[in-house]
Structure formats: C-alpha cells, structure tokens
C-alpha cells in the first residue's frame, strides 16, 4: 500500500505507454481499486473538484463582510474618536458594527449554507469500479488508477486514458473550440500526442456524444490537462437579469452616497466645522443611506424561497434563478413525463399489417438487451413485456444510436448465422427496407405494401401510442458494421407503446395559464401522437407545426410562428435549441424543461434550464433548476415561490430608495443652514441600526395574491421613480420637523437631535407597512414577525431617550406635545406615500393583477 502523504507517482507519462505498462504505473488493476485504496488517494489526492475550496466556510464569509469599505471607514472612526479622548462615541460606533456585521454573518452564513445543502442532493455522480464490481460514487471522490466506465450523456469525470472504447464520440467544442464531436478510441498512443486531439485520450470538462466507454483515470481536479478552463466552465453561469439590476441598484445608491458625503464635508470645511465632526457626521450619513444588509436580505429571501421550493422537491442551484423562474412567461417540454405518466408499456407486437406478432417482439427484445449505453423508457418496457427469442444469440456488434438516423442496429450470431437488428423511428426504418415479412415469408416490398404499412403504423399515432418499427436482414461477418450496413432491410413489423396521461395534467396546464405561464410541447414524437396527446389534456391543437417546417423558416418567421403554436412534434434538438431563441428575441422569459443528451445547448440558451434528477449528466449540469420528479404541480408551486422571493427582496430595495433616502437627503440639506450638526454620528448610526433590524423580517413576509399571479420582471426604472416621488415626501416631513422643532418648541440642539431622531426613526419604519404592499395596507397583512420587528424599532427609538443611555447617546426627554404632532405628522406622511404609491404602482385599492411593487409585468 502507498503511504497516504506519498501518492503513487508514475515513472513514465501514462498518457504515452501502452496499456500492458499503465495498470503498473497507476497502481490499478482491471478490476479498479478497492475501497480502501480509494479512500487513502482521496486524502492524498485531494477531492475531484477543479473549483478546489468553492463552498463558503466562515472565515471567508466573516472577512467579506468586515472587508466592506464602510465597515472599515467605521471603525477606522471608532479607532480615532478612542485615541482623541471620545471613549463613549467610540463604544457607540464599534458596538454598532460588530451587532451589524455579526448579524448579517449569521442570518447570510445559515442562508448560504442551505442552499449548499440543497445542491449537494444533486451532486453529480460517476461509475467507477471499485473492489471488483461497478458502482455509482460521487465524481469528486474519483481518484488517479480508478477504472471508470462512460456512455452517451454522461459528463467525463477527470482525465483518463481509455481502455476499451466503442462508436465513441466526446464533445469537447469548450477545450477545443471544434463544434463537432472528435472520435475517441483505445488505440495505442501515437508518438507525441497527449493533447486534446489525443484519440485515447478523455478530459474533464468534456461529454459523451455517443457511444460507450471504459477508461482509467490519470489526473483529477486541478490537476488534470485543463483544470482551469474545467474549472471556469463550472462556474457560476453570467448574471441574471435579476443579479444584473440589482448591480445596477447599487450602482445608483453609491452614486448618490458620493454625491450627498461630498456636499456635507464641503459644507463642513466653509462653515468652518470640527473636521473630525464633520467627517464623522459625513461617513454615518453615507452609512444610512446605504443599503449594506441588501446581500443579507437578498441572500436570506432567496434562500428561504430554496428551501420551500425544496420541500416540492424542487432543488435550486443558485439561488438567483429563483427569480428568473417566477419571471418565465413559456415553458417548453417534451410531452413525455410532462403530460403523460412515463409509465411506457408495450401495448400491441404486430406484423407490417397489424396482426399479432410474437417474433416481432422477440426482435426488439433481442436489440434492447444486447444495446449498450442509456436505456429509454421503450426499451424497459421491451425488455419487461417481450419474450426473448428461442435459441443463444450472441452480440458481435453495435451501431449506436444517434438522432440524425434515429435508430439503433445490433448484430448478433447464432448458429452460425449473423443477423443484423435495427429498430428505431417508423420513418427512419421503412426507408432502409426493401422487403417485409408476413406469417415466416419474406416479400418484396411495392407499392400497396408500403402504403398499407403506414396505414398501420399512423393507425397507433391516431390512438396516442407511440411505435417503434424492427427490421432485420442476414449479413457476413466482418470485424466492424456502420450505418452503411443498414440497407436492404426486411421489416419485421412494429412494437406501439402506451404510456397514459397524468389524470392533473390538464389541470396543471390550465393553473399555469391561469398565473401567466404558457406551456408549448416540443415533442420528437409524429405528429399524429402528439396532436392526440396533446388534445386530451386541452392544449390548442388547431395547428401543429413539424421539424420539417421549421427548417423552411428563417429565425423571424420561426419567432412569429412559435409565439402563436403550442404544440411542435418531429422536432430535433437543434430545432428546440431555435425554438428557445426565437421566443427570447420576442421579450419571452423563456424556461425549457429537458433530459436528454442533446438537450443541453437548448437549456443553456434558455433564461431558466430546468431538468430533473434522473437526467443524463450533461443535462443536469446544463440547468438551473433540478426537479425531483417531472410534475407539472411542483414546477408551478416553484415558480410562485420565486415570485414571492422576488417581491420580498424588492420591498427592500423601495424601502432603501424612498424614506432613507428622503431622511438622508434631509440631514445633508440641513447641515448646510443649521448652526449644529442635525444628529450626532453616533445618533444616526444607532437610527441606521434600528431601522435595519426593523427590516431582517422582510424574507419571511407575506405576499399579496396579486403579486404571485402573473410573471413580475425586474425594471430598475420603477425603483428610481420611486426614489424619486416618494424620497422627497419624507423630506417633507422632516423639514416640517425641523420647523416644529426650531419654531414651535425653541429646540436647543440636543432636544432637535432627539426629536427628530424619534420622527425620522417612526416615518421611515412604519412606512414600511404601506410599500410592502401595491394595494390598501389595511387588507394585505404582513407576517406576525415582520409586525413585531417594525413595533419593536420604534418602541425603542421612541423609549430610548427616556432611559439611563440618553445622556451616552446626546438625547434629552421631549415635552408631551411633540408626541402629538409626531402622530399627526406620521398617520398623514403614510396617508400620503399610499396616495403617491398608487400613481407609481398603477394599481387601485384592490390590488388589482397590475405592475406591483414586485416589478413591472413582464
């Protein structure tokens, strides 16, 4: 055994020796590793990941939020207020960060830590054999010397060099930049050749095309060829257009942070003001203007949105798709599993003119069993209702399936004889066949036979049940068939398959219409099939649209035509991967739910790729949204859980762009005309701080029916009208503060600071209550902890100046009649921000399905 800190190193390059000398130089045998050995190169080697270090821990979630340049700046602050003698403010301000920051840490840390959780249920898997016997393990256990075996769909889990291959396609376009897939074989390596072009050789990063594979591993990790490039391919996919404006946001609120700090130290400097006071009013300023719990709150929404979504078992990889998905305005699917049970039986073996055939199915018995890669649901059922023929056939070869010929042969001997066994689509077959065979005799195929035959074969699409066709012919034997082969067929006769309708299809459908999502079928299923399917669960089937009449319209007409049609049948991968882009150009959220191999540029184009569990791993990897099971019922269930993520998160970002901005706006205007600072640093950092812990209860607020009914699309154009009509309205008020305040009650400057502490802190959070809602406060009502928390901050702003911490903080005790004006002033500021928000939101009192504050309609 090698020592667990001295990995096994090769003596020679194993990409370049022959096979007789590699099991030798990687400490492998045929039969793989054993478990233990596994166990002891994973500790040496470390785990099969290329984003070594990826998931968040809490030291480098701790020093991202301590990093934060407003952070620092404070406690720079507080470090400086320490040394110049002002111990009490310096308390003040270090209390406040670290309150801050340890609860962001926790709320943000637990949040991430769910949706690891979430993703590590769907953590990708290889087949590796392991003591001797072929096993499903996680990829990133995968370690140098395991012996792994690879089939069509499936990502290649390291770099390996290949054992025995057959009909072996990879696509490896992200190492290469060739769009075609290169051919891969376990010929003996060519002198110098070890690159991606290498033809015995497979790399992390690529994809099985077709074929099958065994293949033992020589690198892992960061360790393999292309670790790098694996690694960026693995990333996180670009900003969505949710993470897109929320930068944006941002970006604004920065800009208006700069604008505001800078008029104040300038003021300062004229008015001839402590410099230390000054910048220290000017950072708090800068502190409460910016929304620096916007991750937490994001992250945190989102995260719970994961988890609810999770209990549907509907698991979320990042968590910024939830938005994209409640956003989607078209879903496109297969039928198969969507509107059907996928429960595929065989429903009738019969000849080329329907009656009852019993060699038929032990024909396509004979070609699912000996096939090699993926089993689909039709070959289960084969496999499950079809005798096996009489006599021991053994398998000599196989043409792979692929979707341009759309049917898979497979050469067996017995006897001595050697047949050739195709089946696949009743097109794609007939056309290889020259004759058919009736009751044991073989006839030439004219005329009236092939007419009747599709007779036969239309027959099953006019009853909803697919058919696969079997033909046969005698070949020679010979080292290596090809498609070539495939000609002069004898057609057996066909297998119809069954697979019911979901009994709540038809209700799903009409629940996803219902909240603004249309669903279109892209089925490869004929046209006959797909029409009878999709008229059972109430889709429009007036019109059905095949492959071949996509090909004859050019990218504009094909838009046209797939934002009118919902049910497209005959159609190719590539002709979905079309589909997806023309709707896109056409405004369309567009979400595609898919399995299968060439799936996957069709979930990359889409805005939300959505696949499921069971999926091949280049679709799983493809998407962003992993389902349990297909069910119409949870994917819609999470697609309302990303509308109510989504309309949470903007309450927050219009609470940040309206009262705070409008009480930060008033403290730089009245720093320019006041004698005295309008509040102490310390005064409003401790405003800044209740305010946001009034805030922490938004993801777990409740939503309005209104906001969950229709697809809401991010429009940062609302929020700066926002910021923009309802900011200046809190101005208002507290300009109307400061006059009560300086006129009325001859405030001296501490009595101002705490009055208006109080006004700015009750105005500003119990609005709250009206723009977490497009519609009348009074009957949208908010969650049990969103009410306490809002309660809460202002019965401590409202207390504090009253307790034995006023004189540490500069509060005095206000005179009985503030607290009047204080509840005039703050019953008419919110009847007035409802008023205001109505003509914003175009939205009555009822709330009315309209742009709400979620967004604007999409």
């Not at 219009?654 to 403290?667: C, I, P």
């Amino acid at each position: 055994m090698n020592d667990i800190s001295h990995p096994p190193q090769p003596s020679a390059d194993p990409r370049r020796v022959s096979v007789d000398r590699l099991f030798d130089l990687m400490g492998s045998t045929p039969r793989g590793l054993s478990g233990i050995e596994a166990v002891r190169r994973l500790a040496a080697y470390g785990p099969n990941d290329a984003q070594s270090g990826s998931r968040t821990g809490y030291f480098r979630t701790l020093i991202g939020l301590l990093g934060n340049p407003l952070v620092l700046m404070l406690l720079v602050a507080a470090t400086v207020s320490g040394i110049l003698g002002d111990h009490v403010g310096a308390a003040i301000i270090l209390a406040m960060v670290l309150l801050s920051v340890a609860l962001n840490f926790v709320l943000s840390y637990r949040s991430q830590r769910a949706a690891e959780r979430l993703r590590e249920q769907i953590a990708p898997t290889a087949s590796a054999c392991r003591d001797g016997a072929w096993r499903e393990v996680p990829r990133r256990t995968l370690v140098p010397g395991d012996v792994i075996r690879l089939a069509a769909g499936d990502r290649v889990p390291a770099d390996a060099r290949l054992l025995e291959a057959r009909d072996l396609h990879v696509q490896q376009s992200a190492l290469t930049g060739e769009s075609a897939p290169a051919e891969k074989d376990a010929c003996e390596p060519p002198q110098g050749e070890a690159g991606a072009d290498a033809r015995h050789l497979v790399f992390l990063g690529t994809s099985v095309a077709t074929g099958t594979a065994t293949a033992i591993v020589l690198a892992t990790g960061r360790a393999t060829a292309f670790g790098d490039v694996a690694a960026r391919l693995s990333e996180r996919p670009p900003p969505t257009e949710f993470e897109r404006g929320l930068a944006g946001f941002a970006r604004l609120i920065m800009r208006t942070v700069i604008a505001l700090v800078l008029l104040v130290v300038l003021a300062g400097i004229a008015l001839h003001r402590p410099m230390l006071e000054t910048l220290l009013f000017a950072l708090a300023l800068a502190v409460g203007l910016t929304p620096e719990f916007m991750p937490m709150i994001t992250t945190v929404t989102l995260a719970r949105g994961a988890v609810r979504m999770a209990r549907q078992r509907v698991v979320v990889k990042h968590l910024a798709a939830i938005e994209d998905f409640g956003s989607m305005t078209v879903l496109l699917s297969d039928k198969t599993g969507t509107l059907t049970r996928s429960e595929t039986g065989v429903a009738a073996t019969v000849d080329p003119f329907g009656s009852p055939s019993d060699r038929t199915g032990g024909l396509a018995r004979l070609n699912s069993s000996m096939q090699s890669g993926i089993h689909s649901p039709l070959d289960e059922a084969i496999l499950r209702q079809c005798a096996a023929p009489q006599g021991e056939f053994v398998k000599r070869d196989e043409i792979p399936f692929d979707f341009e010929r759309r049917r898979l042969g497979v050469v067996a001997e017995r006897n001595g004889e050697t047949l050739l066994i195709t089946k696949g689509a009743p097109e794609s077959v007939l056309a290889r066949c020259t004759q058919y065979e009736k009751d044991g005799d073989v006839r030439l195929l004219d005329e009236d036979a092939s007419a009747a035959i599709r007779r036969t074969s239309d027959a099953f699409g006019q009853q909803g049940q697919r058919a696969l066709a079997i033909a046969w012919r005698k070949v020679e034997p010979q080292p290596r068939y090809t498609a070539a082969d495939e000609t002069g067929m004898v057609l057996a006769g066909f297998v119809a398959f069954a697979d019911p309708v979901l009994p709540d299809a038809a209700d799903c459908l009409r629940a996803l219409a219902r909240d603004g999502v249309t669903v279109k079928i892209l089925s490869g299923d004929n046209e006959l099939v797909v029409r009878h399917v999709c008229g059972q669960v109430g889709l429009d089937t007036s019109e059905v649209v095949t492959g071949t009449q996509i090909d004859a319209l050019d990218q504009d007409a094909l838009g046209a035509v797939a934002g009118r049609v919902n049910v497209f049948a005959r159609v190719s991968p590539a002709q979905k991967h079309r589909i997806v882009l023309a709707l896109k150009a056409r405004n369309a959220v567009v979400g595609f739910l898919g399995d299968g191999i060439n799936d996957a540029p069709a979930l990359h184009a889409a805005d939300v790729g959505i696949s499921v569990v069971n999926a091949v791993d280049v679709a799983r990897d493809a998407a962003d949204i992993v389902l349990g099971e297909r069910d119409l019922g949870a994917l819609h269930a999470g697609v309302i859980e990303g509308r109510r993520a989504f309309a949470n998160v903007t309450k927050y970002l219009l609470m940040g762009t309206s009262s705070n901005f409008g009480n930060m706006l008033s403290m730089a205007v009245a720093s320019l005309v006041l004698p005295f600072l309008p509040m102490l640093p310390t005064q409003i950092l401790l405003n800044n701080f209740l305010y946001d812990m009034a805030q922490i209860t938004i993801p777990g607020d409740n939503v309005d029916a209104s906001q969950l009914a229709a697809p809401r699309r991010w429009s940062i154009d609302l929020i700066r009208r926002f910021m923009l009509g309802v900011g200046p309205i809190s101005s208002l008020y507290d300009f109307l503060t400061f006059y009560v305040l300086l006129a009325w009650l001859h405030a001296a400057p501490a009595e101002f600071h705490t009055g208006w502490f109080v006004e700015s802190l009750a105005t500003q959070t119990l609005v709250l209550f009206v723009i977490r809602t497009a519609g009348n406060p009074l009957r949208s009502r908010p969650s049990n902890a969103l009410i306490a928390s809002v309660v809460l901050a202002v019965v401590v702003g409202v207390v504090i100046p009253m307790t034995p911490l006023a004189a540490d903080l500069g509060f005095v005790r206000l005179p009985p009649v503030f607290y009047l004006f204080l509840a005039i002033a703050t019953a008419t500021y919110l009847l007035l921000v409802e008023w205001v928000k109505r003509r914003f939101m175009g939205t009555d009192v009822d709330a009315r399905a309209a742009p709400a504050a979620a967004g604007t309609l999409a």
